[in-house]
């Protein structure tokens, strides 16, 4: 595979459900970022990590909590989310952002 | 003043117009620029970057940017239906970031 690829694209969970997304990039990059994105709003950038260290937290509640075990993956694990969470989720990887960004597919995330 | 202002739109043109599409930034020490198309549902694609004053084309887009004025623009020539989506510019500023900082995005339309 190439790219950056995320796992599930769309998830439906309960708000007493713990469920995680996966993603994974093939790009050789060094950092990579959580966004969140709802409906008609810009995106918001969760996480940040470069070379496996968290370097940016913007203020994300605790139900949010980001793993990243190597370079190639990050994780974002959910539990007890509300149903403002339900958005659009993306991660996106990069060598240096001075390049640019490259996004996976997204997960579409539902909060019942 | 956000970093990265878009106008939200709908900006619409006929098929087979111009469409020109502006952003502004706060950040004068900005180093590179890029424009990313986001279709409904669908995660945000790099279609064009730019990093020096003047204008970049490739194919039917055109990106111009004017660091003395802060503005970054696309030009879509001979747009097309399929061109329809929302434009994202985003920036790499001078501090030591590590990020990029997105715009809200501007929705286009293209009319057959």
Same mark, same amino acid.
């Given at each position: 595979? @190439?790219?950056? @690829?995320?796992?599930? &694209?769309?998830?439906? !969970?309960? !708000?007493?459900?713990?469920? #995680? ?13 959580? %966004? ?8 918001? =950038?969760?996480?940040?990590? #470069? ?11 605790? &139900? ?9 993956h990050l994780f =974002?694990? =959910?539990?007890? =989310? ?11 990887? #990069? ?5 640019? %960004?490259?996004?996976? #597919? ?7 | ?8 739109? +709908?900006?619409?043109v006929p098929e ?15 180093? $590179? ?8 549902? *669908?995660? +945000? ?10 204008? *970049?084309?490739? /194919? ?6 004017? *660091?003395?004025?802060?503005y970054v623009s ?6 097309? +239906? ?11 500023? $001078? /501090? ?14 293209? *009319?057959?």
């Open positions: 595979e @190439t790219g950056v @690829t995320q796992t599930p &694209r769309h998830l439906v !969970m309960g !708000m007493t459900n713990k469920k #995680s997304l996966k993603c994974e990039q093939h790009l050789g990059h060094n950092a990579m970022y959580w %966004y969140k994105q709802s409906a008609k709003k810009p995106l918001e =950038l969760m996480f940040v990590y #470069s070379l496996e260290e968290r370097v940016e937290n913007n203020s994300v509640p605790s &139900r949010f909590s980001p793993e990243c075990p190597n370079s190639s =974002l694990h =959910l539990h007890t =989310l509300q149903p403002e969470d339900s958005a659009l989720y993306l991660c996106a990887s #990069s060598q240096t952002a001075l390049r640019g %960004y490259t996004f996976g #597919s997204g997960t579409r995330l539902t909060v019942v | 003043q956000k970093e990265v202002e878009q106008n939200s739109g +709908p900006l619409s087979g117009a111009i469409a020109s599409l502006n952003c502004t930034y706060s950040d004068r020490g900005s180093q $590179s620029f890029f424009w990313y198309r986001q279709y409904s549902g *669908k995660s +945000p694609e790099l279609i064009m970057f730019i990093y020096s004053n003047g204008d *970049k084309e490739d /194919g039917r887009f055109t990106a111009q940017l004017n *660091k003395a004025s802060q696309l030009l879509i020539r001979d747009s097309q +239906p399929s061109d329809s989506a929302t434009y994202l510019c985003a920036v790499f500023g $001078s /501090g030591n970031t590590g990020k990029l900082i997105f715009g809200q995005g501007t929705t286009l339309q293209v *009319k057959p």
